[in-house]
């Protein structure tokens, strides 16, 4: 059992619902990636999603644009990435890592280096935005072979028809973008999010989890209320962005927030 | 099951279609190991809907006559072929002749596929388009066709692009168009793209996204190139005509490749014809500040939706690019490029910015011709192949667009304040 199914079945029995922050590594200097990953963690995060800097974010907002550009600033690239998971594992076996980014630069270094790299490091699951799964057979087989979970979005406008090619490839869970946009969009409507959710999981096995649009406390615990995991990325990248001067201790205690609040979600 | 080629189902007045053997892409978009769709989630359905009703709309008389209304009477199309005689001699090598897409509405090839597109998007009930641009004439001619048929317009252009092709930003508003100037990344046609898909994710429901040349997902390489097909199989005539056989070679710029595809594919299954593409040098490829991914060597990767040949770095981060030519500063192609430089049916060179300019100006002044700094590219390389061949070989040049929009650049470089 890979360690993103474990986490999730074992929140499950509890009946709570898994808590992941996303951050971009290297943001904004690629020394205190790790150090904030530990504070997400004792903050109550379950998993981490790491973002890999790239050069043209398409399918994010400025804010996580940003993130990008400050980490790139530095050359943060996928391999730094890979470090910076290892680093993290010396003292922390036992959260998942997803890595989230852009197609180019896994293909750039190879499906198969990448995926001895990426478990070498500890990684648990991969999210590329922009591989579809008409394009990810290849990508998906050998990440499977590796033991590493591709995880696949689900939209809005995602008809009934691709959910059995998603259903068929996806690992670990799937990640329902709330809302049709860029991430740091508008908020979202937890009505709607609600409704979708019950048709996808006619289709779905894989537990889902709920993001774009996620910027509290209270909109998490609502969330909670209908997925089985919160995503909160654009929020924490703004705390970075606010600057580096206490920035572990704000993002443990917001995610401290989110986490309290989620747990009353079903109480 | 193979899809139709598209492109041979617009129906064309050409006398000497052959069958063709060349059938490209696949019914998932991909041309040998370019293409596919790279896209988000969000995007899927939308791409998928519009490979139908594309489908659906090519297959309609109604709205190919429409299109071929449009082409004739709106844009001045068939465009002439002219021999440049003048020049020829001054390089004493083999006849250049030039096909006049400078001459079509607004100044360039691009709107033959906005035209194209446009009723496309009017058909599927869209009331909003956006498009990038890089030399701002996709943009203009998305603006103007926009206007034509009643639909409200944002282009999105990069910061850089828009300080150096001031003309067409003020050209695009006279239209009624937004132009969105695009500060992230190298400010260039790529981080334009970057926002229109930004926008599209975010307004997919009412917006149709008019890209500009044969890349991004299935199905746009595809359509662009079938609606840009026009170029060639005009010429196709047009050489039988006046020299009474098809060209020894035809050559033309790639940025995307629109222009390129458009007057190369009609002659792929001809045999005897090169098709030589013609890459931004910018200051050489030897200093690594260019725009020419295929002549570089560049590896394939995904960017904007498709595989396909792209510059960037080890870690798969892509680079930013140059060239005087704001329409040719684009780190990818258009992924059927990448496969006929695979197959081998195509060359593809590259002309540096000085080589470019040397060009401008000849024509200019041989011919009376103002050409795009885009097409200059082209216009550069003829003029260093035309020297080594013999008189009675027949080079076609794509005149892509007229320089207009580039006069305030030459005027800079010339120390001269307009
Ligand atoms: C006149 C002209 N030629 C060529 C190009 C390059 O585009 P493509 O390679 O798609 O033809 C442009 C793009 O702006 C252009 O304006």
Redesign the pocket.
Same mark, same amino acid.
């Given at each position: 059992m890979s360690r993103i199914e474990s986490t999730m079945q074992a929140l499950a029995a509890q009946g709570r619902q898994a808590l992941i922050p996303f951050i971009t590594a290297g943001d904004p200097n690629p020394g205190v990636t790790v150090g904030l990953m530990h504070a997400l963690v004792d903050g109550g995060a379950d998993i981490i999603e790491l973002g890999v800097p790239f050069s043209d974010p398409m399918a994010d907002g400025p804010v996580i644009q940003r993130a990008s550009e400050r980490a790139l600033a530095h050359r943060v690239s996928l391999r730094h990435v890979l470090a910076m998971t290892a680093e993290f594992r010396k003292t922390d076996s036992k959260t998942p890592v997803v890595l989230m980014g852009y197609a180019n630069p896994v293909e750039a270094m190879g499906y198969e280096t990448f995926a001895k790299a990426a478990v070498e490091a500890g990684v648990d699951g991969v999210l590329t935005v922009d591989l579809p799964p008409e394009e990810a057979e290849e990508c998906a087989a050998i990440l499977k072979t590796h033991g590493i979970d591709l995880i696949f979005l689900l939209a809005p406008t995602t008809p009934p028809s691709r959910l059995q090619a998603v259903q068929r490839l996806a690992r670990g869970y799937v990640y329902y973008v709330s809302l049709k946009g860029v991430t740091g969009a508008a908020h979202l409507d937890v009505d709607s999010v609600a409704a979708k959710l019950l048709e996808l999981r006619k289709y779905i096995s894989l537990p889902i989890g709920v993001g774009f649009g996620i910027r509290d406390a209270e909109t998490a615990r609502r969330v909670a209320g209908v997925a089985d995991a919160v995503v909160i990325g654009s929020r924490l990248v703004q705390e970075v962005e606010a600057g580096e001067d206490g920035l572990a201790e704000r993002l443990n205690s917001f995610i401290k927030g989110v986490r309290s609040a989620m747990d009353t979600a079903r109480a | 099951m193979q899809l139709q080629q598209p492109s041979h189902r617009l129906p064309s007045e050409n006398v000497m279609n052959e069958p063709l053997r060349y059938h490209q892409p696949d019914v998932r978009g991909h041309f040998g190991q370019h293409g596919g769709i790279y896209v988000a989630e969000t995007l899927m359905p939308a791409l998928d809907e519009l490979r139908v009703e594309y489908e659906k709309a090519i297959a309609d008389p109604d709205f190919m006559a429409e299109y071929r209304y449009e082409l004739k009477h709106y844009v001045g199309r068939p465009s002439p072929v002219y021999h440049a005689k003048r020049w020829s001699e001054q390089l004493g090598g083999a006849q250049i002749y030039l096909k006049r897409?400078?001459l079509n509405h607004t100044?360039?090839?691009?709107v033959n596929n906005t035209i194209g597109q446009a009723l496309l998007a009017r058909r599927m009930g869209k009331k909003r388009v956006i498009a990038e641009?890089?030399?701002?004439?996709?943009g203009v001619a998305s603006a103007t066709v926009a206007a034509r048929y009643g639909l409200e317009c944002v282009v999105y252009m990069g910061a850089e692009d828009v300080a150096r092709q001031s003309p067409n930003v003020y050209r695009m508003k006279l239209l009624g168009a937004t132009v969105v100037p695009v500060s992230s990344g190298s400010k260039t046609?790529k981080d334009a793209m970057n926002e229109a898909m930004r926008d599209w994710v975010t307004n997919v429901d009412s917006t149709y996204y008019i890209i500009?040349?044969?890349?991004g997902p299935h199905p746009y390489p595809m359509l662009?190139r079938d609606f840009?097909c026009v170029i060639g199989e005009e010429a196709k005539v047009q050489m039988v005509d006046l020299v009474g056989r098809q060209p020894d070679a035809v050559i033309?710029?790639?940025?995307? *490749?629109?222009?390129?595809?458009?007057i190369f594919h009609p002659y792929v299954d001809v045999p005897g014809v090169r098709l030589i593409g013609v890459e931004a040098g910018g200051d050489g490829l030897d200093t690594g500040r260019h725009a020419a991914p295929l002549t570089a060597g560049a590896k394939p990767g995904v960017l904007h939706g498709n595989r396909t040949y792209l510059m960037q770095d080890e870690d798969g981060q892509i680079i930013e690019t140059h060239s005087i030519?704001?329409?040719?500063d684009?780190p990818g192609? *258009?992924p059927e490029h990448s496969f006929l430089k695979d197959i081998g049916r195509a060359e593809y060179v590259a002309a540096t910015d000085k080589e470019a300019l040397q060009a401008f100006h000849d024509l200019c002044r041989f011919e009376g011709i103002i050409?795009?700094?885009?097409?200059s590219h082209a216009l550069a390389y003829a003029a260093r192949l035309a020297p080594t061949l013999p008189k009675d070989q027949v080079l076609l040049v794509?005149l892509? *667009?007229?320089g207009d929009?580039d006069i305030p650049t030459i005027a800079k470089l010339d120390g001269i304040q307009l």
């Open positions: - | 897409e400078d100044g360039a090839h691009k641009t890089g030399a701002g004439q996709h046609l500009g040349t044969c890349a662009v840009q033309a710029c790639v940025g995307g *490749g629109s222009n390129a595809i458009g030519s704001a329409g040719l684009y192609v *258009g050409p795009a700094l885009e097409s794509n892509s *667009g007229r929009k």
